[in-house]
């Protein structure tokens, strides 16, 4: 039986992780679930972000199902630290896969694309880079301040997700794009360039390409379908990622996973979009992302079929939406579980 | 009188910078111009690519107009850091600036925008952060192998380029937009938010907002409207700056100039565009954007009149343009040089 950590979180990822639930409640019959209440309501009972007795309980799990955390009431980037960074570094996430996608009804911001005509994913470096926290400051706050920020990368660290990134383009359209900034950050560059070159030539059947991390900004706004699957660190891929989720319509349809391939420890599924504190409580979050996240999941669990049954189902209630009708946060997830529970059935 | 400073280099950089200095003659009557040839004929003939004395004798001009750099023979990153970045750091050039406008005539990739719609400008800080080479390898080629990228950071050289920004701000719409990503890079992030505040306090008739580099790469795309004045790092900057490229129609009609505010060295503007070896010497490259930047180069001489005119006179070709019809490289610049005569007799 799956065991499922759930961390519903702050605004509107209570409603959407409770629409996400009636989906894997029909895709995966029987998976337990353990509800963990994190994010700004413990912050500001307790001041704590993430226990370690709560941080060893979610690593019995098979994986975490996040909604979104986030208030106003806490200064930026403490749970953005201390919760999903904290689980990618502890329980070594070291794929942060986002798949991307113009579903039919999605109305992308870009001219003359159709639904079908975007279909990439990035696989981007979770655990190293920019992100490790290194660095520091010297006489902060006076005129004579400086400030470091360390980007650390390994031959390790690289060269396994990027095998990651081989693997997924082998089971698509078979072509890779290795996004750096080689011309200018030559030392991690180079080194992602040498990992990816040596991978490269135990994948044959994949076709690869270099591009600078601009280029391919620019590529993902005037020719996104051109991509198949990127490899990039860990800040590129960030920047990279919230693009793709602007050209296919947005960020509130937008799911994630921060994975551990090697399923050491629990890996994190989630939407893209934060918790939107303005519209929680009223019903009308579109849980779609939140749903998509847990095909993600199945996949990761071995699901495949569960998870192509989720994506379908989502595909469908996108494209049978009129642009007009509010949306309906509980109904979205009965609609789309009914429909998965069809298929499977 | 003037001295200009001219390195037209590489491929389509010799067409295009023919054409701008058509205009300069007309909008900058008498100046006077040094050629210099660098780039990858220099680089394969000599192993050289910015001498120290070619370095000095740039350094008695008053500012330099560069076509483009760089051709399939010369290993990617040679020219780029020897020439461009060297010039940076080398000239002090720390605001790098990419005014971004939606032309009329021009096709943007984004649905439901119009000409006008599109307005911004990107300062960008240039002679820090991570492009200083600061960093380096371990075991380099080996499964051991670490690499690291360090970015410095000064509060000196942030308050220059945010002052710089919050004067243009002033002299536009009043708006300006820092971007970073304080949440993660807290070191760097904590002094460019200590010292955005300290300067905004002088600045109260600006109104100011903060984004995270990855929204604000999203905003560019679904809502370029909304910007007026950016200043942002010189990493994230490149980024922003090829995004806000694509938006309003590619980098074939975009401009840069790599400024020294203080005049203590010359400047150096120049199409943002590459030396495009596949169509040079078919007198069939775009020159716009290396007259635009003749625009940029007359501002920053302090002739704004001159500069105004030139931005009209582009315009005005881009407006009057067929989108079916071959440019011709020699005709556009008549044409845009003869407009600059006419609003300046
Ligand atoms: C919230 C933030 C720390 C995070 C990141 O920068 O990775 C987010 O932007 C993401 O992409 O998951
Ligand atoms: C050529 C390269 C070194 C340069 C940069 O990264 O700054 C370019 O992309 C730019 O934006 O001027």
Known sequence: MSRIAVIAGDGIGQEVIAEAQKVLAVALPGYEST??????????????????????????????????IGDPSVPPGVLERGLLLKLRFEFDQYVNLRPSRLYPGATSPLADVKPGDIDFVVVREGTEGLYTGAGGNLHTGSPAEIATEESLNTRYGTERVIRDAFERARRRRGHLTLVHKTNVLVHAGGLWKRAFDDVAAEYQDV????????AAAMFLVNRPHTFDVIVTDNLFGDILTDIAAAVTGGIGLAATGSINPDHTHPSTFEPVHGSAPDIAGQGIADPVAAISSTALLLEHLGRADAAVAVSAAVERELASRDSGTQIRTGEVGDRVAADVAGQLS
């Open 35 to 68: 509800e963990y209440d994190l994010g700004a309501r413990l912050y500001n009972r307790t001041g704590e972000v993430l226990p370690d007795s709560v941080l060893s309980e979610l690593d019995e799990h098979d994986g975490i199902l996040l909604g979104a």
């Open 207 to 214: 076709t690869t390409e270099y591009q600078h991390v601009d």
